[in-house]
């Protein structure tokens, strides 16, 4: 089975730089996905990792380490806006159709 | 842009009414989604499907049922609502492989 553990909350303010862990027990999958979602909103496809190592979208990053069975999302020079929760999931290599397992996600609070 | 519409933003219904829950992509995506969302909880998924006619089970199956008769509309049902399944329901499409888009989700209450 599969099962991530994401932190519950975070808090920063703005400028700084907040990493998000995602830590997995899986049997194998194929990547990992981070979503963002704003209070009220949808969640949003952010970044993927699908090989070891760090991906960067402007000032958001996405790092994975299969070996250590850990990820991390970092959110750098942080705004306002960023105020979220934000999700990793992992699509497990068993799953039919395009099957994506969710943590439970991390509400992250950017202070003035 | 992909869109997902969902039907309703807000719900309200009965215990032991039957609710319909509409779900439209217009991106000709092969999957599609059912998950509710509960603070504390995350998202977990209740169906999926992978073609028309095709679901699968997702986590928490139990007091649903879906339908796909076509590719771009999938229906979330509850058979006989129950004050346990008020929650925010959101829809998902993808193709294979690639990241989800979700709908704007339904906040369904039942009293």
């Known amino acids: 089975g599969q099962s991530l553990e994401q932190p519950s909350e975070v808090t920063a303010v703005e400028g700084a730089i907040v990493q998000i862990n995602c830590t997995y027990q899986?049997?194998?999958?194929?990547?990992l996905s981070w979503y963002q979602q704003h209070d009220g909103g949808a969640p949003t496809f952010l970044s993927y990792?699908?090989?070891?190592g760090l991906e960067e979208t402007g000032r958001f990053s996405s790092f994975l380490s299969r070996s250590d069975s850990y990820g991390y999302l970092l959110l750098q020079e942080l705004q306002m806006k960023d105020s979220a929760s934000y999700f990793c999931?992992?699509?497990?290599?068993?799953?039919?159709?395009?099957?994506?397992?969710f943590g439970g996600g991390t509400r992250v609070l950017v202070k003035p | 842009d992909v869109k997902v519409t969902q039907s309703s933003r807000y719900l309200v219904k009965r215990t032991g009414e039957k609710v319909f829950l509409e779900c439209v992509q217009d991106?000709?995506?092969?999957?599609m989604f059912w998950y509710r969302q509960d603070p504390g909880l995350g998202l977990r998924l209740i169906y999926f499907?992978?073609?028309?006619?095709?679901?699968e089970k997702g986590d928490i199956p139990e007091g649903y049922s879906v339908s796909r008769e076509k590719k771009e509309r999938f229906s979330l049902i509850l058979e006989s609502a129950s004050t346990n399944q008020t929650s925010m329901y959101l829809c998902?499409?993808?193709?294979?492989?690639?990241?989800?888009?979700f709908g704007s989700g339904t906040r369904l209450t039942v009293v």
């Open positions: 991106m000709d995506h092969e999957n």
């Open positions: 899986t049997s194998g999958f194929y990547g």
């Open positions: 998902a499409s993808s193709f294979t492989g690639g990241g989800y888009t």
């Open positions: 999931a992992v699509r497990p290599v068993k799953a039919a159709g395009n099957k994506l397992t």
């Open positions: 990792n699908a090989l070891d």
């Open positions: 499907s992978y073609d028309v006619k095709m679901k």
